[in-house]
């Protein structure tokens, strides 16, 4: 784990059914449910491919985050690297904002990947522009924004990258 962050005892992981119990109390306040979804809906949504990777961020035990990792038709839209993911749906907790848990997770993952998908050179994502929070900790992490932007159904997104 790097020196500068701020939550121990944080990992990722695959998501299993071990933690479903867990998923079924995550909460997120309405005006952050306009940008994301809830982890049990997007799991098992019957849309999302078979091979979308479900990660949580663990504090000690505890399911505190969430996020998926996409390819397929989806990703195309924001980048046309072979070797690129897709990141959506991040997500922490109601109950575990604000200790720094988006930050350690989002810096635990290229060593994640390098383990999970040696294959994979980049992450991409798209975040919407009235997002400003999400923005900021995505820059704040590693993520760049070369100023392209997708139209998304709930209006313009910046897409960012990560390169692993």
Known sequence: MAADTTAPNVKLVPY?????????????PKDQLEFTSLPLDK????TICNDTLHILILSGDEAAGYFALETGEKLQAYSTNKQA?????FSIDAKHQGKGLAKTGLKLLPSFMKEAAPEVNEVVLGVNKRN???INLY?????????????GPKGPQHILHLNL
């Open 16 to 28: 299993s059914e071990n933690y479903t119990e867990q998923l079924s109390a995550f909460y997120l």
């Open 43 to 46: 799991i098992f949504s019957p």
């Open 85 to 89: 993911i897709l990141l959506t749906s």
């Open 132 to 134: 400003q929070a999400a």
């Open 139 to 151: 820059l704040q992490t590693g993520f760049i924004d070369g100023g392209e932007i997708f139209e």
